[in-house]
């Protein structure tokens, strides 16, 4: 049992699945063959503990229903590199403070925000992001998302089910803004197309040209007279290694015969289309004033 659980075990394991007496508790301590690490938690055989160990034993010390929480669940799923000192945990009833663990309180736990990695309990990957979203910026939000992707353990309808579960979590606003962009896309390519073409002439910029060769390559969104062009994004469509090198090449090659180029990303559209055409007014306005227009 030690061995799967990283060196420690609890009381109650010892009592209901081992048989021990209490007796027999204190005098395995006594021979050195358990150490009190916390109250209900030992070591066995030693207390040179990995970290995996120490993260164990402080849920184990919280009692039934504990779970690893926040930043050092982050750490146990390779979410982010911080060493989980203190240890983070949550219970669902207050518990008095322990040396060494940061409690918190959460009686909103589903069956879906627990989980078990490395043989401990933890608040699931959509959990423990929710979690941080209330107390980290939003920078921090978004590198734990893209390393949960890189990892494979990003899941959008984990995510948004626990934000369905906790509309009044602190991080439950900015968790759904960090997400929006996992999202389906809000427009097919075509759609796109049309829906920022729209926005350009409703605020009465400079009609543009659409598929438009130039230097051999096909954009989106082009202005001849400025040689300024907008490469507008799906995200399916970039999906592979070679339309990512591709891509690079293409740019440097447009940018070699003077083409100057933004990219313009559907959910960005959706997300804040006055503020895209206010940028890209203000781009062509300094294009025009380069070019001495």
């Keep these: 049992m030690a061995r799967r659980q ?34 209900g938690v030992y070591a066995v055989g030693h207390t040179d503990l990995s970290l995996h160990g120490k993260c164990l034993g402080a ?25 989980p000192i203190p240890i ?6 207050p518990r008095r403070a322990r040396l060494g663990i940061r409690i918190h309180r959460s009686r909103t736990f589903a069956d879906e925000d627990r989980a078990l990695e490395e043989g401990i309990p933890v608040t ?20 734990l998302l893209q390393r949960s992707e890189e990892l494979g353990l990003f899941d959008l309808p984990d995510f948004e089910s626990v934000l369905a579960r906790n509309r009044g979590h602190r991080g439950a606003k900015p968790l759904r803004r960090a997400i929006a962009i996992y999202e389906p896309p809000p427009f097919t390519r075509s759609g796109l197309e049309l829906r920022f073409f729209e926005l350009v002439l409703g605020h009465g910029l400079p009609r543009p040209a659409t598929n438009y060769v130039e230097a051999g390559y096909e954009l989106d969104v082009y202005w001849p007279e400025l040689r ?15 339309s990512f090198e591709e891509d690079a090449v293409r ?15 559907g959910p960005r559209l959706k997300r804040e289309p006055r503020r895209v055409m206010e940028r890209v007014a203000r781009l062509l306005a300094m294009r025009r004033r380069e070019l001495g227009g």
């Excluded at 420690?8 to 050195?32: F, H, K, M, N, P």
């Excluded at 983070?88 to 009833?93: E, L």
């Excluded at 062009?229 to 799906?234: F, I, N, Q, R």
Aim: glycine fraction near 8%; charge should be positive; charged fraction near 20%.
């Design 6 to 39: 990283h060196g420690v075990v609890s009381i109650r394991q010892l009592r209901t699945l081992l048989g021990y007496s209490q007796d027999s508790v204190e005098y395995a301590c006594t021979q050195g063959r358990l150490h009190r690490l916390r109250q």
């Design 251 to 265: 740019q440097e090659e447009l940018k070699l015969a003077g083409v100057e180029m933004i990219h313009v990303t």
């Design 59 to 83: 849920v184990l010390g919280c009692g039934r229903g504990a779970l690893l929480s926040h930043w050092s669940a982050a750490w146990l799923w390779g979410l982010m590199p911080t060493q």
């Design 228 to 242: 300024f062009a907008v490469e507008l994004e799906v995200f399916e469509t970039h999906g592979s290694r070679l």
């Design 124 to 143: 699931s990957v959509a959990r423990t992001a929710l979690d941080l979203a209330a107390r980290v910026r939003t920078r921090s939000v978004n590198r």
């Design 88 to 93: 983070h945990v949550t219970t669902p009833i």
